[in-house]
Structures are given as C-alpha cells and as structure tokens.
C-alpha cells in the first residue's frame, strides 16, 4: 500500500554532503480516506514500530530501482505531542543537486512523502505495518503530516493557500497549469499570476518529465515575468 502525507521543508539542515529534514510521517488515531475505504494507525501500534523505518530507502515516486534512491531515513519514532510517528531522512547533494535545490527553496515546490508498506487490517483498524520505503512525491493527502520547524505547527493562509488541503479544494481550475488533477498552481489567491509559482512549476515540472507543463509555465513567465 502507499500512504500519501504531506510535509512543509522549512527546517533543512545542511552538511557538505547532504541536507536532513523531518517529517511528520503517520498521524495516529486519525481517519485516513483511501480508495478501499477509511482506516486509521492506532497510537499503540506506531509506537510498537516507530523504529522501523530507520534505513528505509528514501525514492523518488516509489519507483523501486537503485538510481531513485536518493537518501535514507536516519531516524524515526513516535511523538507524543505530535501524536504521530516522525521521521528525519538524510538527501545526498552529489547527484541530486536539482532535488536539494528544490526542497531548499521558499516556498518549495516539494511538500509530500508516501510510504510503501504492507498493512494488515481489521475493519477499519491497521494492527500491523511492514515499512519498505519512503518516497518524495508531488503532492500530499493528509494535512496534518508535514516538514515541520522545531516540531511546531505553521499556520497557513491564502498567502500560500496551495499548501492548504480546503483552499487547494476551492480554488478555480484555472488556478492550476493542470487543472484536470489540480497540479501545478501558478496563481495568488487573488487570481494574479506568481512568477516564483511559475519557476517552481518549471522546475518541478522539469524533474518529473512533465513537458507540456514546463513548456506552458515557461510560456507564461517569459510574457509575464520578463516583460515578454
């Protein structure tokens, strides 16, 4: 199963070789929407399984092939205040350097990660969890899992309504260069275009292989943002 959480980068500590960051993995006891129904982890079983994460591959889009891997997961365990099983994970620079330029920006165009894992369930209950990997993502499902700074909780608002689940929900379709699957905003929530959307767009796009949609972000910024 892959579990989709979102997580906001802001507390990236960087060494020579690599940047660490953490994010709030699982949430506990909190209803979880998937395509087979609604479920949640238990506090008791997160906290039985907090440490297995550790020295999971960190991927790109769960594809399970050596040349994805682009980090690991150096630590993991159970928050009591947060309620949820966090997990710092390590990004090598060299090779990577795109990735890393991506996850430092302000704002970042990166916010999710998914777990790769076997769950066995009763009901609605998870009673146990298999970890295998933990991959960035385009975007995340759960609100509540997130990068977070000093374990605080960041406030939102329409300033960066994109990173708000409801306000993504209410935005126009014309607010995203993908309307169909709502991806990819490049407006403000007044309707005016970003330019820094706009470059986040290209090059996220760009990672992803995404041309039509760098080649209409790059269209956009050129007549936009450079007085084209």
Request: one cysteine or more.
């Amino acid at each position: 199963m892959l579990l989709t959480l979102a997580f906001k980068p802001e507390s990236v500590e960087e060494t020579e070789g690599y940047i660490e960051f953490t994010v709030r993995a699982i949430s506990a006891d909190t209803p979880i929407q998937s395509a087979k129904g609604e479920f949640y982890f238990p506090s008791e079983l997160l906290i039985k399984k907090q440490a297995d994460l550790i020295g999971k591959p960190l991927l790109l889009d769960h594809e399970w092939k050596v040349d994805k891997i682009v980090g690991v997961v150096v630590h993991s365990w159970f928050d009591d205040s947060q309620k949820a099983l966090m997990a710092r994970v390590r990004v090598t620079k060299e090779g990577n350097e795109r990735l890393v330029s991506l996850i430092k920006m302000s704002p970042s165009p990166i916010k999710s990660v998914s777990i790769g894992a076997v769950l066995t369930k009763e009901k609605d209950k998870v009673v146990d969890i298999e970890f295998k990997e933990l991959s960035l993502v385009f975007e995340g499902a759960d609100p509540n899992a997130r990068l977070l700074s000093k374990y605080e909780d960041i406030t939102l608002s329409t300033a960066e309504w994109w990173d708000d689940p409801e306000l993504r929900d209410k935005a126009p379709q014309d607010y995203f260069l993908d309307p169909s699957s709502r991806r990819y905003p490049y407006k403000t929530w007044e309707g005016k275009i970003s330019c820094e959307r706009l470059k986040a767009a290209m090059q996220l796009s760009s990672l992803h292989g995404h041309r039509q949609i760098y080649d209409r972000a790059k269209r956009l910024y050129e007549k936009h943002c450079q007085g084209g």
